[in-house]
């Protein structure tokens, strides 16, 4: 069973571009969760999706950031016009849909590192 | 903001026990505490959660004090992979946003 996957690995964009982060869950998951990690801090809970619904977006920002998870296809994190503040490791994680309680466990992909230059 | 507290580095000898404290004294009843793990540059990685009860699983032990305000992770036999930071997570009841905080770094010498 193959884990979280993640695409590109690295992206590398120009200030203005735009920045399309795609994320498929494990096979039978269908809750998303995106995180941002900036250099050399903690990694910050951005949006929880499932399948055609954003559930929990209180850590997105307001301008530019939007996430959506299609009933086909894999989650995608898009970035409009990037600054050099964007520039972080961004992971997304995934869960079951039946899960045992509070909190259900997230398995993590490997993230994708973007620059901003 | 976190609703746990850590120590923020500690050390272990290759082959000893590795026990990294965790205070959650804000825990609710119905609330898990979860152990994750971020080695260098990776994604997190789930180690173990208990709510009540002591956890063992083939990465590592969980000891969850009666009061339920604080726990242990417990490495039996630390390696040198094991170097990396450790998250103590405490949920939010009824959402699925997990919250990092610091967490403690281990390092593992030989």
């Known amino acids: 069973n193959a884990g979280v996957m993640q695409n590109p690995r690295h992206l590398v964009r120009r200030r203005g571009q735009e920045a399309r982060l795609r994320c498929s869950p494990m096979?039978?998951?269908?809750?998303v969760y995106w995180y941002r990690q900036l250099p050399e801090e903690g990694l910050k809970f951005m949006v929880y999706?499932?399948?055609?619904?954003?559930?929990?977006e209180s850590g997105m920002p307001k301008e530019r950031f939007s996430a959506e998870f299609p009933k086909e296809g894999p989650s995608i994190l898009r970035i409009q016009q990037v600054v050099r503040g964007d520039s972080a490791a961004y992971f997304c994680?995934?869960?079951?849909?039946?899960?045992?309680?509070?909190?259900?466990?997230?398995?993590f992909g490997p993230g994708t590192r973007l620059t901003v230059l | 903001d976190a609703k746990t507290t850590q120590p923020t580095s500690m050390d272990c000898a290759e082959g000893r026990a590795a026990n990294l404290p965790c205070n959650h004294s804000?825990?609710?009843?119905?609330?898990?505490v979860y152990w994750y793990r971020q080695i260098h540059s990776q994604g997190p990685q789930y180690i173990i959660h208990g709510l009540k009860n002591n956890e063992t699983n083939e990465m590592a032990s969980l000891i969850i004090t009666e009061d339920r305000k604080s726990s242990t992770l417990i490495l039996p036999h630390a390696t040198l992979r094991d170097t990396a930071v450790y998250y103590c997570?405490?949920?939010?009841?009824?959402?699925?946003?997990?919250?990092f905080g610091t967490g403690t770094r281990l390092q593992v010498f030989p």
């Open positions: 999706l499932q399948k055609e619904n954003i559930i929990d």
């Open positions: 994680a995934s869960s079951p849909p039946n899960g045992q309680g509070p909190g259900d466990t997230q398995y």
């Open positions: 096979k039978g998951h269908s809750h």
């Open positions: 804000t825990i609710s009843g119905n609330e898990y």
């Open positions: 997570i405490d949920p939010t009841y009824n959402t699925d946003k997990l919250i």
